[in-house]
């Protein structure tokens, strides 16, 4: 039986840049690196702002990006850990470019700071309009390069191994293979990003399905706040499509606005800050004026803009929109609010560990306590890359003081000749996803326990499938699918009145 020191499943920033930090510090590690898809694609190659980090202490200051984040949050920060994110930041930028990684300057050679909605000043670092596609190439060519760093790609994570209430391990399909792999690890560690793909409407690519949540809530870790799912209010409108792409906050601060069929900027009316409010009253607001509109969504207004700096500053996005036959000089663009962020998950301490021992959630599926009930933009990608470094000093440690006991499984075989239909699996993901609205989630409780009931149908007709076939990795994702969205409705519909009054006092003091 062969075993690891440390098993990473999930290649974007949190998880590269923690096999990084673990071989700087003890290169003698051996690394594993479990991709459920190519490597490259995450959640992070598609982050379009950049990193929020507070560079001149003189226009700028931590005390004023920490209350930025807590005021986003609407007061349901952990206030110790928006502290320690935010004055480590920028150690943690300046390790990034140590590793290779390029940002925007301006003129005089200094960093290039943008401003996004939540932010009290400019201080969002950037590569263009594609930062986080940057950052995971530079991780990426980075972790190529280690010869203990082993990677397995098109591996989709099915559970984590446990013996003893501590997690020894994670079990795994290969693309349509019928035998089910187990690896073992000293430290078993969750970056599987987000959960997009549960929602009508979603930014994120396919992969983002909800797993690491799903497969820590399955051995007892402590899932928290995964009502808040953060919706990004710009993404392009195209009739038929659910994933969408996304139009980035930096582009309302860079003097976009946001119109209805009328031509009117209406978001004054939600927020005196307009365009450059935090990305759930922007969103609530289209909402609501979605829901007077006829054609399901609203505008972006660019064309009163410098067309050749708009051009320059964001050539990914011009491009995209000239591709779809839309011209930003002209025409008005339209957009919807999209799930974009889920900004609860695996509840972790300062370290990344989680509830049960070994085993450490980092990224987007863990619950950090930064982002409180609604993340401030720019300020996940930070995320990252302060709980890589801090989750590395607390494996190590462990590694080096604790002895594990590996019980290895015989494997198990699936009869792929049993798989269930794949057209009865997409039905039931579609079903799924007409469930999952921005409005559920900020509907009444009534109507919440009228989509979990429908949600529980659809896991127990999806069980009833599998007692008759075969789990197959489409169903297993499914699965996953399924129970995070349960985990989001059940709590969302718990939210204990005290904590609504407090967000309710937070916004008003």
Request: proline share 2%; hydrophobic share 35%.
């Amino acid at each position: 039986m062969i075993t690891y020191d440390v098993l990473i499943s999930g290649t974007g920033i949190a998880g590269l840049s923690l096999a990084i930090h673990l071989i700087e510090q003890q290169p003698d590690s051996k690394i594993i690196l479990l991709t459920k898809d190519d490597p490259q694609l995450t959640n992070t190659s598609l982050a379009q702002g950049g990193i929020a980090t507070v560079c001149n202490q003189i226009t700028d200051s931590f005390e004023q990006h920490i209350q930025d984040t807590l005021e986003a949050g609407q007061g349901m920060c952990k206030r110790h850990v928006v502290e320690m994110v935010v004055k480590q930041a920028p150690r943690r930028l300046h390790e990034l470019i140590k590793w290779g990684a390029e940002f925007d300057v301006d003129g005089e050679g200094k960093l290039a700071l943008a401003l996004e909605g939540g932010h009290s000043h400019n201080r969002v670092v950037h590569y263009k309009d594609k930062t986080g596609w940057h950052i995971q190439e530079v991780l990426w060519n980075r972790i190529l390069n280690e010869p203990n760093v082993e990677v397995i790609s098109n591996a989709f994570c099915m559970d984590i191994l446990t013996n003893e209430n501590q997690a020894i391990g994670m079990s795994y399909l290969l693309d349509a293979a019928s035998e089910e792999n187990r690896i073992y690890a000293k430290s078993i560690v969750l970056a599987t990003g987000g959960c997009g793909q549960l929602f009508e409407f979603t930014s994120n690519p396919e992969i983002a399905t909800g797993d690491g949540v799903a497969m820590a809530f399955r051995v007892g870790a402590t899932i928290t706040d995964m009502q808040y799912i953060q919706f990004h209010p710009t993404a392009l409108y195209e009739k038929g499509k659910s994933n969408l792409f996304l139009i980035s906050e930096a582009v309302r601060g860079f003097g976009g606005y946001l119109v209805n069929s009328q031509g009117k900027r209406f978001v004054f009316d939600y927020d005196t800050r307009g365009e450059l409010a935090t990305r759930d009253i922007v969103s609530e607001a289209i909402c609501n004026e979605i829901k007077k509109a006829t054609d399901g969504h609203v505008y972006l207004d660019l064309r009163h803009l410098n067309q050749e700096a708009f051009k320059n500053h964001f050539p990914t996005i011009y491009d995209r929109l000239k591709n779809v036959g839309l011209h930003p000089e002209t025409d008005l663009i339209p957009i919807v609010p999209v799930a974009h962020y889920q900004c609860g998950g695996i509840d972790v301490d300062e370290n990344g560990q989680t509830s049960v021992k070994n085993l450490y959630a980092l990224g987007e599926c863990s619950y950090t306590g930064l982002h409180g009930a609604n993340r401030l933009a720019s300020n996940s990608l930070l995320e990252a890359l302060v709980f890589s470094y801090t989750a590395s000093k607390q494996i190590i440690f462990n590694n080096n003081s604790t002895t594990q006991k590996f019980s290895p499984i015989q494997h198990s075989l699936l009869k792929l000749d049993g798989i269930i239909d794949p057209s009865v699996l997409t039905e039931f993901k579609n079903q799924l996803r007409s469930l999952m609205t921005n409005q559920v989630l900020h509907g009444s409780k009534e109507e919440k326990m009228n989509t979990m009931t429908q949600l529980i149908k659809i896991h127990t007709d999806l069980m009833e499938c599998v007692d008759y076939c075969c789990r197959c990795k489409n169903c297993c994702e499914l699965e996953n699918m399924l129970q995070t969205a349960m985990i989001i409705i059940n709590q969302s519909s718990m939210v204990l009145q005290s904590e609504k009054n407090k967000r309710n006092e937070y916004a008003f003091s």
